[in-house]
């Protein structure tokens, strides 16, 4: 099989996912470096093809681009940096193989041919398991690459883990507009975390940081993470810490939920979110929180066709949707059953929290 013919089987093999940049403000000013020579396309056709499949595994499509690594590096070249990065791909697709000891190999091949590779140097970053010693190995390698983007995207990657949310979001956002939009297919759900967690650097208490990290999130996780981390409950405790068991039955007993026989490990939706945050802002006053029931009352018919008039959270949606706190994901339907990520309801908290 020649190498058309390889990569061809490849990309009808690998589905092709369109990544969306999720901070549309920035724009894309690629600067991004490939190995020279007539082969270059081919190197950087597979480099791609395993960013997407590290995002989206397949098994199948892994073992195809394996497959034409294997057939590339039959053929005659005496570069050295194509070489190293030939090796560089080959440890890389080895770890998504699940094969340490094969990307430990092919790592130390790409060395010998050339030390400043940036994909082995980030190959080598991960197969680092302690995080210390991870940070510290990327930011050597940033200092010694030739070119440091997907370093740089790495290691804003490992900052987010630590907590640095503020500056994995300017890693995020200076590395990849760089880099061809596979990168962000890959790393733009941490750059999103990064963004909605950006003024939290340090602050986030470890049992609401688990839940943050949930998903979905449970109807406790939603009350963990009011408490720790807004003042949003403190006109309902006092400002004093209740305990996480006690507060979520007194709010269950309050109304909160519109299941009254949830349990705390209950699934979160997106309905529990509205009718729970609806609650915090309106703080008790009941004018505010049949709002949309009055409004509506004479034709007793929701403007949102899945939010159906005199549902116990049909106020908290319209309100929440109104204020632009929560939104219409297809833009008609509020979509209720949808299940709740603990970051998802973070972000309409900050939300609530500029509200109030």
Not at 327 to 355: H, Q, V, Y
């Amino acid at each position: 099989m020649n190498k058309t013919s390889v990569f061809l089987a490849i990309a009808l093999g690998i589905a092709l996912v369109s990544a969306c940049f999720s901070c549309a403000s920035i724009q894309r000013d690629i600067a991004y470096e490939a190995i020279p020579g007539e082969d270059a396309a081919d190197l950087n056709r597979i480099e791609l093809d395993l960013v997407r499949l590290r995002a989206i595994p397949d098994l199948k499509s892994l073992a195809a681009v394996r497959a034409a690594l294997r057939e590339i590096s039959k053929a005659p070249n005496t570069d050295p940096l194509f070489q190293a990065r030939i090796s560089a791909l080959d440890a890389d697709a080895s770890l998504l193989a699940d094969s340490r000891s094969e990307a430990l190999k092919k790592l130390a091949e790409s060395k010998t041919h050339y030390q400043g590779d940036e994909i082995a140097l980030l190959v080598e970053s991960r197969l680092q398991q302690n995080p210390e010693k991870r940070l510290a190995l990327l930011e050597a390698a940033i200092a010694k690459a030739d070119v440091s983007d997907r370093l740089k995207a790495e290691k804003a990657s490992l900052l987010l883990e630590g907590g640095a949310y503020r500056e994995a979001l300017a890693l995020f956002d200076a590395s990849l507009p760089r880099l061809p939009a596979e990168y962000s297919l890959l790393y733009s759900p941490e750059r999103d975390k990064a963004y909605a967690l950006r003024d939290m650097d340090g602050k986030l208490k470890d049992s609401s940081a688990a839940y943050l990290n949930a998903n979905p999130l449970s109807l406790l996780g939603m009350v963990i993470i009011t408490q720790q981390e807004t003042p949003l409950l403190d006109w309902f405790t006092g400002g004093t810490s209740w305990a996480p068991g006690v507060l979520f039955e007194r709010l269950k007993g309050a109304g909160w939920f519109s299941d009254q026989g949830a349990k705390p490990d209950s699934t979160g939706r997106r309905k529990d979110a509205a009718l729970f945050i609806w609650q915090l802002l309106a703080r008790g006053k009941s004018a505010m929180l049949g709002k949309y029931s009055t409004r509506y009352a004479s034709s007793a018919v929701s403007p949102v066709p899945d939010a159906a008039y005199g549902l116990p959270w049909f106020d908290g949606a319209l309100g929440l949707v109104e204020e632009g706190i929560m939104n219409l994901p297809d833009g008609k339907n509020f979509k209720p059953e949808e299940e709740i990520t603990g970051l998802d309801f973070f972000s309409a908290l900050d939300g609530a929290m500029k509200f109030r």
